[in-house]
C-alpha cells in the first residue's frame, strides 16, 4: 500500500513562496496521476493541481493558474507544489493524493485512492 507523506507547509506573507512535496512510499508514483487538493476551514475540499502519470501532463484550477507549478521527480518519488504569490485565500490545509481518473474526473477528489495527513498553509495578508 503506497503512503503519502506531505511536507513543505508553514506561514507566509501575501506575495510570497511555498514549495509542498509530496513522497511515496511502499511504491512509486510512476502508475498514478498525483493531485494535490486543499480544505480551508468551513469549506469542502477543492481541487488545486493534477499531474497525470502518462505524459506528465499538468491541470491547474483558475484559482491559483499561474502561480502554482507541479512537478514530479521519479527517481526521489516525490511530487512537488510550487506556490508564487500567495495570497491569503490560499490558507488551507493542502493533501496529495493519488489515482487513476480519467480525464474528465482528475478534479473530483472520489476518483483518488490513498492520501497523505495534509499539510498547513497560511497566508497573512
Known amino acids: 500500500q503506497v503512503q503519502l507523506v506531505e511536507s513543505g507547509g508553514g506561514f507566509v506573507q501575501a506575495g510570497g513562496s511555498l514549495r509542498l512535496s509530496c513522497a511515496a512510499s511502499?511504491?512509486?508514483?510512476?502508475?498514478?496521476?498525483v493531485a494535490w487538493f486543499r480544505q480551508a476551514p468551513g469549506k469542502e475540499r477543492e481541487f488545486v493541481s493534477a499531474?497525470?502519470?502518462?505524459?506528465?501532463?499538468?491541470y491547474y484550477d483558475d484559482s491559483v493558474k499561474g502561480r502554482f507549478t507541479v512537478s514530479r521527480d521519479a527517481a526521489k518519488k516525490t511530487v512537488y507544489l510550487q506556490m508564487n504569490n500567495l495570497k491569503a485565500e490560499d490558507t488551507a490545509i493542502y493533501y496529495c493524493?493519488?489515482?487513476?481518473?480519467?480525464?474528465?474526473?482528475?478534479?473530483?477528489?472520489?476518483?483518488?485512492?490513498?492520501w497523505g495527513q495534509g499539510t498547513q498553509v497560511t497566508v497573512a495578508s
Open positions: 511502499g511504491g512509486t508514483f510512476s502508475d498514478y496521476t
Open positions: 493524493t493519488i489515482g487513476r481518473p480519467i480525464l474528465s474526473a482528475i478534479r473530483q477528489a472520489p476518483m483518488y485512492y490513498y
Open positions: 499531474i497525470r502519470r502518462s505524459g506528465g501532463n499538468t
